[in-house]
T-cell receptor, first 114, second 114 residues
């Protein structure tokens, strides 16, 4: 168990809908990262937050957005969903100080868009 | 920008035999290198990392990896494979001067047969 939690585990929705994925980082970790894992594109970095501020953006679509709250949990919002958005969405966190280069992953949220 | 390649989609070994999962990288400067393992329907689990120091890095579950700067490789090894090692293995590289940018390989599926 990495200490990173994600909810929900599974999500089934329809095209055009909006969903919110939630992530709680390991205790004390200030950085949260979101990744998308699909069969055809592998593991893709979406976005990173550090202590509430956006730190880096990867291959994140404009229909997707995220935020990190004062208690350091993060939410990934996916809107106007398309069939191709079906994937596993992972959250990871990393700390400060020694070992900060290592990201620890949550169990993921499996999204199915029908 | 850094990149990482896992040249084999699939590796098959017999239980008790040594295993190697290959990874090569491209990064300017000295890289941070990681191995993660993903079991079915689970998140990525951190196995080991190379930051600096001894080129042979030991990690969880008896795995080790050797950093080879001249060959820009970071192959994952285990002296004696177990059936329970069967999983998807990801190599990742991080630019130490860009804390936010971690690139993953496409993954190698390891199957250990009894």
């Amino acid at each position: 168990d990495s200490g990173v939690t994600q909810t929900p585990k599974h999500l089934i929705t329809a095209t055009g809908q909006r969903v919110t994925l939630r992530c709680s980082p390991r205790s004390g970790d200030l950085s949260v990262y979101w990744y998308q894992q699909s069969l055809d594109q592998g593991l893709q970095f979406l976005i990173q937050y550090y202590n509430g501020e956006e730190r880096a953006k990867g291959n994140i679509l404009e229909r997707f957005s995220a935020q990190q709250f004062p208690d350091l949990h993060s939410e990934l919002n996916l809107s106007s969903l398309e069939l191709g958005d079906s994937a596993l969405y992972f959250c990871a966190s990393s700390g400060t100080g020694q070992g900060r280069e290592t990201q620890y992953f949550g169990p993921g949220t499996r999204l199915l868009v029908l | 920008a850094q990149s990482v390649a896992q040249p084999e989609d699939q590796v098959n070994v017999a239980e008790g035999n040594p295993l190697t999962v290959k990874c090569t990288y491209s990064v300017s400067g000295n890289p941070y290198l990681f191995w993660y393992v993903q079991y079915p329907n689970r998140g990525l689990q951190f196995l080991l990392k190379y930051i600096t120091g001894d080129n042979l890095v030991k990690g969880s579950y008896g795995f080790e990896a050797e950093f080879n700067k001249s060959q820009t490789s970071f192959h994952l090894k285990k002296p004696s494979a177990l059936v329970s090692d069967s999983a998807l293995y990801f190599c990742a590289v991080r630019d130490p001067y860009n804390n936010n940018d971690m690139r993953f390989g496409a993954g190698t599926r390891l199957t250990v047969k009894p």
